[in-house]
């Protein structure tokens, strides 16, 4: 269940956003992609999830289309966060269990457990609008998560958090690798990358400038020179 990218461009008008992109994201494990602004993550996820069509270019995973076929396998937390201000918490999650094909009985079990795991039981029936941005966001890790995905796609799931709370998230995300999901995050931060991911790559305007295991890159790169590249 490798998530392969071959030769993957993507043009808006004139404008080139991915450009001749081919990555092999293996299975259960935690890749990392890192790019500064506009260097064409979100891009890339929007192809791999289908909410975007590739210019050229081969997507495929699970001898599949992703985002056509098997949306039901897929979790993603996307950059611009959206979630129902009015909606309650446990409303809402399992509206969005539901459509994700969960019973509600599970989606509810599944609900209390994660609320709990991130210490806020008392959230379920608080109002979306009640909760600060950092827990909003913890909400909308909890709805890409809820049907057990087997990969997850997060779009800088740490950015905007307290040091509480991405210590939280980091410690979800090795757990849910060690019970077997492939795992895809960006991220602006090499930091994050070097605790949590085997493999990683960096893009440039739109253009993978490294692409392979942690640490035959910070062989052949050096530590800081791999932190330069992914500013
Ligand atoms: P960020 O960290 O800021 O989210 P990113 O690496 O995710 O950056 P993208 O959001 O993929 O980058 O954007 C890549 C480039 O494509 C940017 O220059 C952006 O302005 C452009 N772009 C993205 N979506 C569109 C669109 N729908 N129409 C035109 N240009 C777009």
Redesign the pocket.
């Known amino acids: 269940m490798t998530l392969r990218l071959e030769k993957v461009t993507k043009k808006?008008?004139s404008?080139t956003?991915?450009d001749d992109l081919s990555l092999e994201i293996p299975e259960k494990q935690i890749f990392g992609f890192l790019?500064?602004?506009?260097?064409?993550?979100?891009?890339?996820f929007?192809m791999v999830l289908g909410l975007?069509d590739q210019t050229k270019g081969e997507i495929s995973w699970n001898g599949g289309d992703v985002g056509y076929d098997q949306s039901h396998l897929i979790g993603y937390l996307p950059?611009e966060r959206g979630l129902y201000p009015k909606l309650k918490v446990q409303e809402q999650l399992v509206y969005l269990a539901k459509l994700r094909g969960m019973k509600k009985a599970e989606a509810v079990q599944q609900i209390e457990r994660w609320l709990e795991r991130f210490k806020v039981p008392e959230y379920k029936n608080k109002k979306v609008e009640e909760l600060s941005k950092g827990n909003q966001q913890k909400i909308q890790f909890i709805s890409a998560v809820l049907h057990k995905p087997k990969l997850l796609i997060l779009?800088?799931p740490f950015s905007g958090l307290d040091p509480v709370n991405v210590e939280m998230l980091k410690k979800a995300v090795i757990d849910l690798k060690e019970a077997g999901t492939s795992i895809v995050f960006?991220s602006?931060r090499m930091e994050h990358v070097e605790e949590l991911c085997e493999s990683l790559c960096i893009?440039h305007h739109?253009s993978p400038v490294v692409h392979g295991k942690l640490n035959e890159i910070k062989k052949t790169f050096g530590k800081k020179n791999v932190r330069v590249m992914a500013d």
């Open positions: 808006f008008g404008f956003a991915v790019g500064a602004n506009g260097a064409g993550k979100t891009t890339t929007r975007l950059e779009d800088e960006s602006h893009l739109g």
